[in-house]
């Protein structure tokens, strides 16, 4: 959001110049400055124990593609706090660890969304009147079911990101067993 006019007392901007920040907008009666505002979003992708990830049927948001679960921050949270807010009011399950990933800007919606891998033991799900349906996917079919990460999708990105992990895993894992085959 841009702004033109003071929030707090109605009176036009102005532009001046506040150190490295060059030409910000600047209330003469106030005597601050108004940056642009935006949103900033946690996006989550849920793990299981079975390495099974939760997509989200939303289709208030697509009626084609699956979601993850994600939702603004709040004033006063942390990206982190919202994660596990989010998760366990979207599907009804508790996080017992969040790990963060990337921060990225989704130019479609103007929103700094924060990714991130949250891991819970839980299964069952419960899901929020915002959710028509949800499931448990292995995560090498999810990264088909989800918007496409070309179309600058951040679901499409923490999926891949999450393939990418379980592959450096499970190959620091074999050859960590080769080591210890040759003792
Ligand atoms: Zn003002």
């Known amino acids: 959001m841009r702004f033109s006019y003071c929030p707090d007392c109605g009176r036009p901007l102005i532009q001046k110049v506040l150190g ?9 009666s106030c005597d601050r400055p108004w940056f642009e505002m935006f949103p900033s979003a946690a996006i989550v992708l849920v793990v299981n124990d079975d390495g099974k990830v939760a997509l989200l049927n939303q289709n208030y948001i ?17 990206a982190e706090e919202t994660a596990l807010r989010e998760v366990e009011e979207e599907i009804g399950v508790r996080l017992h660890a969040v ?3 990337f921060t990225r800007w989704f130019e479609k919606a103007g929103v700094l969304m924060v990714g991130f891998l949250g891991y819970t033991h839980d299964r069952a799900l419960k899901l929020s009147c915002e959710v028509d349906a949800a499931g448990w996917f292995d ?9 496409p990460k070309e179309t600058g999708s951040v679901s499409g990105v923490l999926v891949d990101l999450y ?11 074999e050859a960590l067993e080769e080591l210890h085959a040759r003792d």
């Open 99 to 101: 790990e963060l990933q």
């Open 163 to 173: 393939l990418q992990k379980r592959l450096t895993d499970a190959a620091s894992q």
């Open 62 to 78: 697509s009626t084609v593609y699956k979601n993850l679960v994600s939702g603004y921050i709040k004033p006063g949270e942390s």
């Open 20 to 28: 490295d920040e060059g030409k910000v907008p600047w209330c003469e």
């Open 139 to 147: 995560p090498a079919e999810a990264l088909a079911l989800v918007h």
